[in-house]
């Protein structure tokens, strides 16, 4: 069966440190992967979503971004954090070409920027 | 672009009450709806879909039918329990993406 493992769960981090919030999907190969954050009171905002390796469209202009140097392995990133990037984050996948499957959300990572 | 619009909570609820919440849907073509429940501290599961118009989705006593002249996909439930308190989703998928449009949710809280 396929599972999806984000990590960390939470993390405290100051504003202009860098991060670096991984995703990984197990028994499934060609995943659509997809990055999402949900800021407090508000709903989800797509930020990135891959079909292939290196393949990424961003969806929102920020400081972060995101990578896909495995089939399975999602990436997100920031050099310098700032306050506004707290929210909690979540990954997600559809199997490839399968246009009404829907995502499998991982825990998600709750983000604080101090 | 796609959109998708949901009433604001938080929708407080008596256990055993009826239970709506209103999603309406902008998109082109024809796309597939979804309904997700975060529960607290938790990601998102997939509670019901509906790939077609008049297509009607139910899952765990929820139920949402597609209204492709309303554009809408109402989540009802005849009876919640405390354990339904959570936030629900209303998504889209349009016809050719790989990406799903999310409403803002609504929080919902039953109390005994």
């Known amino acids: 069966s396929q599972t999806i493992h984000q990590w960390p769960a939470t993390l405290v981090q100051p504003v202009g440190s860098p991060l670096s919030l991984e995703c990984t999907v197990e028994?499934?190969?060609?995943?659509?992967l997809y990055w999402y954050r949900q800021a407090a009171g508000r709903g989800l905002q797509l930020l990135f979503y891959?079909?292939?390796?290196?393949?990424i469209s961003s969806e929102v202009p920020q400081n972060l971004s995101a990578s896909r140097p495995q089939d399975r392995q999602f990436i997100l990133s920031s050099k310098k954090l700032l306050l506004s990037d707290s929210g909690f984050y979540l990954c997600?996948?559809?199997?490839?070409?399968?246009?009404?499957?829907?995502?499998?959300f991982g825990n998600g990572t709750r983000l604080t920027v101090t | 672009g796609n959109s998708v619009t949901q009433m604001e909570g938080p929708v407080t609820l008596s256990e055993e009450a009826f239970l709506t919440i209103n999603c309406t849907y902008t998109?082109?073509?024809?796309?597939?709806l979804f309904w997700y429940v975060q529960y607290p501290g938790e990601g998102l599961q997939l509670l019901l879909k509906?790939?077609?118009?008049?297509d009607k989705g139910s899952n765990k006593g929820f139920e949402a039918t597609y209204r492709k002249e309303t554009t809408s996909f109402h989540l009802e439930k005849g009876s919640v329990q405390v354990s339904d308190s959570a936030v629900y989703f209303c998504?889209?998928?349009?016809?050719?993406?790989?990406?799903?449009?999310f409403g803002t949710g609504t929080q919902l809280k039953v109390e005994l």
């Open positions: 997600a996948w559809t199997p490839d070409r399968t246009y009404n499957s829907p995502l499998h």
């Open positions: 028994g499934t190969s060609n995943p659509n």
């Open positions: 891959s079909v292939g390796i290196g393949q």
């Open positions: 998109a082109t073509g024809y796309p597939s």
């Open positions: 509906a790939t077609k118009a008049d």
């Open positions: 998504a889209l998928l349009d016809g050719g993406g790989n990406k799903l449009t």
